[in-house]
């Protein structure tokens, strides 16, 4: 069983920065997938951001490519999100999620929320304008 737990979030000015982190618990955590979705309030939940096991292949929500960065430490079992030039659009509750495949995801498959065994308790991120 794998464990999510993130951390990170908070409010930020619109221009500024955040980097959220993610730590797992548990032995698949190198050979899993791992993803970035956010909730805001009164929506559904979307995809911001997939890295395969290997860190080689990422992919990004439109909305946040050129902005935000996921990267993955697997010698820590944690996945980072860098985000930066925050607007207040993004304001959210962003969750981590992973899925034990050495199989890299491309296009909707790694956007898919269904694709994802486990989930963090999400950590809310405020912009202010």
């Known amino acids: 069983q794998v464990q999510l737990v993130e951390s990170g979030g908070g409010l930020v000015q619109a221009g500024g920065s955040l980097r959220l982190s993610c730590a797992a618990s548990g032995s698949t955590f190198s050979r899993s997938a791992m993803g970035w979705f956010r909730q805001a309030l009164g929506k559904e939940r979307e995809f911001v951001a997939y890295?395969?096991?290997?860190?080689?292949?990422?992919s990004y929500a439109d909305s946040v490519k050129g902005r935000f960065t996921i990267s993955r430490d697997n010698a820590k079992n944690t996945v980072y999100l860098q985000m930066n030039s925050l607007k207040p659009e993004d304001t959210a509750n962003y969750y981590c999620a992973g899925d034990a495949t050495w199989t890299t995801l491309y296009g909707p498959a790694a956007a898919a929320a269904g694709e994802y065994e486990y989930w963090g308790q999400g950590t809310q991120v405020t912009v202010s304008a």
């Open positions: 890295i395969n096991w290997s860190g080689r292949s990422t």
